[in-house]
């Protein structure tokens, strides 16, 4: 199994324009989350979806963040516009959520600079 | 007051030594908990969970929990230079669903 995958590992962009992070996660997990992580505040969780439907998205910062799953294979987090703040190492992660204790396998993350 | 509380470090032990490592929660309603070890640069991985107040082992680790103090720990018995690593306290909380909240990390150093 290739594990979660995330694309691109690196980003650097420019204030102002959109981010499209993606993720596909391990085939046969029904449960996909985002997170942030940044010295500051850590690891944060920001939305997860349950078979493709978002259920906690308290997390989202503000408006300019969106994510979708459109498939059971596919998600992807936008930020638009971005901003220097929104500078971190974004990580996907998936389990299984039928098992009893539902590890969560994480992508290798994706590392944000906004200039 | 933050939902997973953990002293930053770094915690410095030598090699052979027990590495313990910290952990409080807010949500007293709190079922499950994980440790989860991060190598710089890497992403977290999952070592121990736990359910049920007491001692749960697993090779070197040894994951505590107490519900009524709110407080989880991690003892890792005779540390290895490769223990070093950053490791991430996380809590399900009472709200149900599959929302895991992550403590900042405690960074974890084992000298040769």
């Known amino acids: 199994d290739a594990g979660v995958i995330q694309s691109p590992r690196h980003e650097v962009t420019e204030m102002g324009q959109e981010v499209t992070l993606r993720c596909k996660p391990i085939s046969g997990h029904n449960s996909l989350f985002w997170y942030r992580q940044t010295m500051m505040r850590g690891l944060e969780l920001l939305i997860y979806f349950n078979n493709n439907v978002p259920i906690d998205d308290s997390g989202m910062p503000e408006d300019r963040f969106s994510a979708k799953m459109p498939n059971a294979s596919f998600s992807t987090l936008k930020i638009q516009p971005s901003e220097p703040r929104d500078s971190a190492v974004y990580f996907c992660?998936?389990?299984?959520?039928?098992?009893?204790?539902?590890?969560?396998?994480f992508g290798p993350g994706t590392r944000l600079t906004v200039l | 007051q933050k939902e997973v509380e953990q002293n930053s470090g770094p915690l410095s032990v030598p090699e052979g030594a027990i590495a313990s490592l910290n952990c409080t929660y807010s949500?007293?309603?709190?079922?499950?908990f994980f440790w989860y070890r991060q190598y710089s640069g890497k992403s977290p991985e999952l070592i121990m969970f736990?359910?049920?107040?007491g001692d749960k082992e697993d090779g070197r680790f040894t994951a505590q929990l107490n519900k009524a103090s709110q407080y989880v720990s991690l003892l890792i018995r005779d540390s290895q230079p490769s223990d070093s690593a950053t490791y991430l306290c996380?809590?399900?909380?009472?709200?149900?669903?599959?929302?895991?909240?992550f403590g900042a990390g405690t960074r974890l150093f084992v000298k040769a």
């Open positions: 949500d007293r309603g709190s079922q499950s």
């Open positions: 996380a809590v399900r909380p009472s709200t149900g669903g599959f929302k895991t909240i």
């Open positions: 736990i359910y049920s107040n």
């Open positions: 992660a998936s389990t299984e959520s039928s098992g009893s204790y539902n590890e969560q396998f």
